[in-house]
């Protein structure tokens, strides 16, 4: 039996899909325009990946830019790591035109063309590279425009062949430029290198003209009192002694050996232009082979207006042409802002770097500012939360000074114990940032340091959102109950002096502040800390009560704190020090889907308290709850997996999740170690191959890839171990492989008795020994918080308990799914005809 649910992939992993054995007629044609003597094996792999991606998605738009994409990521996977240089070389323009989109359009698709493929940070920071020299070309050309126009005068065109016109000079400074551009060494052609080698390639070519028959070109208002490129850098706020750097102890020693190895004309060194032609065709050619080798967009590009309106140097059409022409189809220039669309949101993160050297002051002027960015970006989205966290801040610092706990119910003031907790939360984290700074500085590397004052401002800054996040949890628990009817008759003494409690929204605090200031510490690094305090278990129901809670927190930071809480319900909690394994070593069976607790809660923190009463299953009510959000998370993405594999047959469902209930009650120790998703796939593709459905592992692996907790640790990092592991064995030494080994040697052999009395075999036998599970309804989640959403209409979800709540007499009760449309039909009567009162008194609506 067992060779039924074997996965042969493991060993021999076969294609996703049938691969067309040869490329397309369209496809050959395409890169035979480009270039007959491309490499067949580079022209082979990139039909099988555009042949792959084409029959799993449906691509819009001209197919040949998709084959463009496709071939542009097969040369970079092709060059072996370490070459300077493309295995091929080609015009990236070239391919382009052959395309017919426009330049953007190209790299639009290219940026999703690499997502679709799982492109890797290599390959992506190459992409992200090209994109940016090309952004940075389109500043610097626009500040190129008026350099030229002030340092030389406007030449009308004329008759003689020998002739220099103000375009032709203008071409060729330019051409000047982006070679000795490409000479610049690895990760030098930022913004800033890149404005001072212009100054410094007009400075030269002014001081050549100057000494030649060429005089005529020059700018005779050009201030003669300093040097041509002084002047340039006070006109122009260029960093003069960069520049002047630059320029001695580079371009011209650069320039030297160029022509030592007969690259460029002796001529050049020289400043003599008598053999202007020469010249041009030598750098035009040293240009063209750098550009095609590393497969960048010809930066001659910008200089086509100049083919189709002739000499307009000195106009300012030319200037809105250059730049628009990225953005039309190359015949037609459409005048449209690439500035915003492209180069803020590109270079500006280069710039932003924190490890760049700030530029001066007086480079200000060419500086893109935040401004400019298209609100779209991602830029302007971290600079939106920021200023909302900070806005968030302010408000809790202000209201902080009055806020003393007088309106809960309890014993005396608890401020000094949280204070004092806090005190100690803060250290604890100190304490880690500096054991950590200390080893970094031991190993001369650090990927995340911080100075005092900015670790300061992290804890002063967590304590603010802390105290924020605790008051607005408590007001909401007082203002729920009460329109629920319910009595605030808890102390929360208990509860405010709970360690796991504080700590809990402790911990959440200070992930939301490293989260937005961008550090690189993750949530698993904040739980370590804390690891003595709180479990993962016992601190992600803090998530429910902060969402539920009016934190005024935007869409991203609600998202975010939904992440940490699948984190935990995914993988934190099922680790082997976990307090979970003692709570059901004792118990009997995990309850199904849907079976509710017998304790129904009084108050929204009464969770947080000491007093656990046991049900049926011998298990805690919080226990649980724990269980039921597995569950409905578990529904969530098993539903997503059956959508995009296409699984549409209930009956085919229904045994994937009675199987995985089955697991959970009976197999739980599965999970151990490991993460809910691999259980997950499992699960489905076991069923799936005793149906007999055409689906692979890698299929259901491919399209696990696309959901969005999904990690490629997941299914490449699988513990392979059964036994328990001691605590003090680090569980990532023990042995791990990949998923569908873990399938093979450990799930099926678990599971294959009760999966064939899911799906016997023979003549005689009947089919699901077992009664088959129904797939939970993930439409409503019973647990979920709603927000309210105005000072007198509450959307609350709808739970056991909430049925038995005495409601106050003026209030009108609408149950969704379940009450007559009648009523609601009643309940907007009553608001438009605008009745007011009940008795007196104004009326309450409490939709739930």
Same mark, same amino acid.
């Given at each position: 039996m067992e060779e039924e649910f074997i996965d042969s992939a493991s060993d021999n992993q076969a294609p996703l899909l049938e691969i067309g054995d040869q490329p397309s007629r369209d496809f050959l044609e395409l890169f035979a325009k480009l270039d007959p003597?491309?490499?067949?094996?580079?022209?082979?792999?990139?039909?099988k990946q555009y042949d792959t991606i084409s029959q799993q998605i449906i691509l819009e738009g001209s197919s040949s830019v998709w084959m463009a994409c496709a071939f542009f990521t097969s040369v970079w996977k092709s060059t072996p790591i370490g070459h300077q240089e493309l295995i091929c070389h080609y015009s990236l323009l070239k391919l382009i035109e052959l395309c017919k989109v426009s330049v953007l359009d190209f790299f639009d698709k290219l940026n999703k063309w690499a997502d679709m493929i799982l492109a890797t940070r290599r390959l992506l920071d190459f992409v992200n590279r090209v994109q940016s020299n090309l952004a940075v070309s389109a500043v610097i050309f626009k500040k190129f425009l008026p350099i030229f126009r002030y340092a030389f005068a406007q030449q009308k065109p004329s008759s003689?062949?020998?002739?220099?016109?103000?375009?032709?000079?203008?071409?060729?400074?330019?051409?000047?430029?982006?070679?000795?551009?490409k000479q610049l060494p690895a990760n030098n052609e930022d913004l800033m290198n890149s404005y001072n080698l212009l100054l410094c390639v007009v400075d030269y070519i002014y001081h050549a003209i100057s000494i030649s028959r060429l005089k005529n070109h020059l700018n005779a208002d050009f201030d003669k009192s300093k040097t041509p490129l002084e002047v340039l850098c006070e006109k122009f706020e260029g960093a003069s002694l960069d520049t002047k750097h630059l320029s001695t102890h580079w371009l011209n020693?650069?320039?030297?050996?160029?022509?030592?190895?007969?690259?460029?004309?002796?001529?050049?060194?020289?400043?003599k232009f008598n053999n202007f032609t020469a010249i041009r065709k030598a750098f035009e050619q040293l240009y063209e082979r750098k550009m095609s080798a590393r497969s960048e967009v010809d930066e001659r590009i910008f200089l086509k207006p100049l083919l189709t309106f002739g000499d307009i140097i000195f106009s300012d059409k030319f200037e809105e042409e250059a730049i628009s022409v990225l953005s039309g189809d190359l015949c037609q220039y459409i005048n449209n802002d690439f500035l915003i669309k492209f180069s803020s949101q590109n270079c500006l993160a280069k710039l932003n770097a924190p490890e760049k050297i700030q530029p001066p002051t007086e480079g200000k002027s060419y500086m893109i500012t935040p401004d400019t960015v298209c609100q779209n970006s991602a830029f302007y989205s971290d600079m939106k939360l920021i200023e909302r966290m900070d806005e968030l801040l302010s408000i809790s610092r202000r209201e902080g000074k009055?806020?003393?706990?007088?309106?809960?119910?309890?014993?005396?003031n608890p401020r000094e114990y949280i204070a004092e907790q806090v005190h100690i939360f803060g250290q604890k984290f100190l304490s880690k940032v500096r054991k950590e700074e200390e080893e970094s500085n031991e190993r001369e590397s650090s990927d995340h340091s911080l100075n005092q004052i900015q670790l300061e401002k992290y804890v002063a800054d967590i304590e603010?959102?802390?105290? !924020?996040?605790? $008051? %607005?949890? *408590?007001? !909401?628990?007082? $203002? %729920?109950? *009460?329109?629920?009817?319910?009595?605030?008759?808890?102390d929360l003494t208990a509860i405010l002096q709970s360690s796991e409690f504080l700590v809990s929204i402790y911990i959440c605090a200070a992930d939301l502040i490293l989260w937005v200031n961008e550090d690189s510490r993750t949530f698993r690094w904040i739980t370590e800390i804390f690891t003595d305090n709180v479990a993962p278990l016992e601190f992600y129901r803090i998530f429910e009560l902060i969402v539920r809670a009016d934190t005024s927190f935007s869409r991203e930071m609600v998202k975010h704190l939904n992440q940490l809480e699948e984190c935990v319900l995914e993988e934190l909690v099922w680790t082997t020090d976990s307090p979970l394994w003692a709570a059901l070593q004792n118990s009997r069976i995990v309850e199904q889907f849907g079976e509710s607790s017998s304790v129904p809660s009084s108050q929204i923190l009464s969770k947080f308290t000491g007093n656990l009463q046991r049900n049926k299953s011998d298990l805690t009510p919080q226990i649980i709850n724990f269980f039921k959000k597995v569950y409905h998370l578990s529904a969530i993405r098993l539903t997503d997996l059956f959508e995009r594999l296409r699984i549409s047959d209930e009956l085919t469902k229904r045994k994937i999740w009675t199987l995985f209930e089955h697991?959970?009650?009976?197999?739980?120790?599965?999970?151990?170690?490991?993460?809910?998703?691999?259980?997950?796939?499992?699960?489905?593709?076991?069923?799936t191959k005793v149906c007999s459905l055409k689906i692979a592992f890698q299929d259901i692996i491919f399209h696990y890839r696309h959901q969005p907790q999904a990690s490629s640790n997941v299914y490449r990092n699988v513990l392979m171990r059964m036994d328990l592991i001691d605590k003090k064995e680090d569980p990532e030494q023990t042995e791990r492989e990949d998923l569908i080994r873990f399938y093979n040697k450990i799930f099926v052999p678990i599971v294959e008795d009760y999966v064939k009395k899911l799906y016997p075999s023979g003549p005689e036998s009947k089919e699901n020994v077992f009664p088959l599970i129904s797939m939970p309804k993930?439409?409503?989640?019973?647990?979920?918080?709603?927000?309210v959403i105005g000072d007198r209409i509450n959307v609350i979800p709808l739970s056991q308990y909430s049925q038995t709540i005495a409601r106050h007499r003026s209030t009108r009760r609408f149950d969704i799914y379940k009450s007559p449309s009648k009523d609601l039909r009643t309940i907007n009567a009553m608001v438009n005809r605008g009745l007011p009162t009940y008795g007196g008194q104004k009326l309450v609506y409490n939709y739930q």
């Amino acid at each position: 039996m067992e060779e039924e649910f074997i996965d042969s992939a493991s060993d021999n992993q076969a294609p996703l899909l049938e691969i067309g054995d040869q490329p397309s007629r369209d496809f050959l044609e395409l890169f035979a325009k480009l270039d007959p003597t491309i490499n067949g094996e580079i022209i082979e792999k990139a039909w099988k990946q555009y042949d792959t991606i084409s029959q799993q998605i449906i691509l819009e738009g001209s197919s040949s830019v998709w084959m463009a994409c496709a071939f542009f990521t097969s040369v970079w996977k092709s060059t072996p790591i370490g070459h300077q240089e493309l295995i091929c070389h080609y015009s990236l323009l070239k391919l382009i035109e052959l395309c017919k989109v426009s330049v953007l359009d190209f790299f639009d698709k290219l940026n999703k063309w690499a997502d679709m493929i799982l492109a890797t940070r290599r390959l992506l920071d190459f992409v992200n590279r090209v994109q940016s020299n090309l952004a940075v070309s389109a500043v610097i050309f626009k500040k190129f425009l008026p350099i030229f126009r002030y340092a030389f005068a406007q030449q009308k065109p004329s008759s003689l062949e020998k002739h220099l016109t103000s375009a032709e000079l203008f071409e060729f400074i330019w051409l000047f430029f982006i070679t000795m551009r490409k000479q610049l060494p690895a990760n030098n052609e930022d913004l800033m290198n890149s404005y001072n080698l212009l100054l410094c390639v007009v400075d030269y070519i002014y001081h050549a003209i100057s000494i030649s028959r060429l005089k005529n070109h020059l700018n005779a208002d050009f201030d003669k009192s300093k040097t041509p490129l002084e002047v340039l850098c006070e006109k122009f706020e260029g960093a003069s002694l960069d520049t002047k750097h630059l320029s001695t102890h580079w371009l011209n020693p650069k320039l030297l050996r160029l022509v030592i190895e007969n690259l460029i004309p002796f001529d050049i060194v020289e400043d003599k232009f008598n053999n202007f032609t020469a010249i041009r065709k030598a750098f035009e050619q040293l240009y063209e082979r750098k550009m095609s080798a590393r497969s960048e967009v010809d930066e001659r590009i910008f200089l086509k207006p100049l083919l189709t309106f002739g000499d307009i140097i000195f106009s300012d059409k030319f200037e809105e042409e250059a730049i628009s022409v990225l953005s039309g189809d190359l015949c037609q220039y459409i005048n449209n802002d690439f500035l915003i669309k492209f180069s803020s949101q590109n270079c500006l993160a280069k710039l932003n770097a924190p490890e760049k050297i700030q530029p001066p002051t007086e480079g200000k002027s060419y500086m893109i500012t935040p401004d400019t960015v298209c609100q779209n970006s991602a830029f302007y989205s971290d600079m939106k939360l920021i200023e909302r966290m900070d806005e968030l801040l302010s408000i809790s610092r202000r209201e902080g000074k009055s806020f003393n706990f007088d309106f809960v119910d309890c014993q005396g003031n608890p401020r000094e114990y949280i204070a004092e907790q806090v005190h100690i939360f803060g250290q604890k984290f100190l304490s880690k940032v500096r054991k950590e700074e200390e080893e970094s500085n031991e190993r001369e590397s650090s990927d995340h340091s911080l100075n005092q004052i900015q670790l300061e401002k992290y804890v002063a800054d967590i304590e603010t959102l802390f105290y !924020y996040l605790l $008051q %607005k949890i *408590l007001i !909401y628990d007082q $203002q %729920k109950a *009460l329109a629920m009817g319910l009595e605030m008759n808890v102390d929360l003494t208990a509860i405010l002096q709970s360690s796991e409690f504080l700590v809990s929204i402790y911990i959440c605090a200070a992930d939301l502040i490293l989260w937005v200031n961008e550090d690189s510490r993750t949530f698993r690094w904040i739980t370590e800390i804390f690891t003595d305090n709180v479990a993962p278990l016992e601190f992600y129901r803090i998530f429910e009560l902060i969402v539920r809670a009016d934190t005024s927190f935007s869409r991203e930071m609600v998202k975010h704190l939904n992440q940490l809480e699948e984190c935990v319900l995914e993988e934190l909690v099922w680790t082997t020090d976990s307090p979970l394994w003692a709570a059901l070593q004792n118990s009997r069976i995990v309850e199904q889907f849907g079976e509710s607790s017998s304790v129904p809660s009084s108050q929204i923190l009464s969770k947080f308290t000491g007093n656990l009463q046991r049900n049926k299953s011998d298990l805690t009510p919080q226990i649980i709850n724990f269980f039921k959000k597995v569950y409905h998370l578990s529904a969530i993405r098993l539903t997503d997996l059956f959508e995009r594999l296409r699984i549409s047959d209930e009956l085919t469902k229904r045994k994937i999740w009675t199987l995985f209930e089955h697991v959970f009650r009976t197999k739980i120790i599965l999970l151990k170690d490991r993460h809910l998703d691999q259980i997950l796939m499992c699960c489905v593709y076991i069923i799936t191959k005793v149906c007999s459905l055409k689906i692979a592992f890698q299929d259901i692996i491919f399209h696990y890839r696309h959901q969005p907790q999904a990690s490629s640790n997941v299914y490449r990092n699988v513990l392979m171990r059964m036994d328990l592991i001691d605590k003090k064995e680090d569980p990532e030494q023990t042995e791990r492989e990949d998923l569908i080994r873990f399938y093979n040697k450990i799930f099926v052999p678990i599971v294959e008795d009760y999966v064939k009395k899911l799906y016997p075999s023979g003549p005689e036998s009947k089919e699901n020994v077992f009664p088959l599970i129904s797939m939970p309804k993930t439409l409503v989640n019973p647990l979920s918080p709603r927000k309210v959403i105005g000072d007198r209409i509450n959307v609350i979800p709808l739970s056991q308990y909430s049925q038995t709540i005495a409601r106050h007499r003026s209030t009108r009760r609408f149950d969704i799914y379940k009450s007559p449309s009648k009523d609601l039909r009643t309940i907007n009567a009553m608001v438009n005809r605008g009745l007011p009162t009940y008795g007196g008194q104004k009326l309450v609506y409490n939709y739930q």
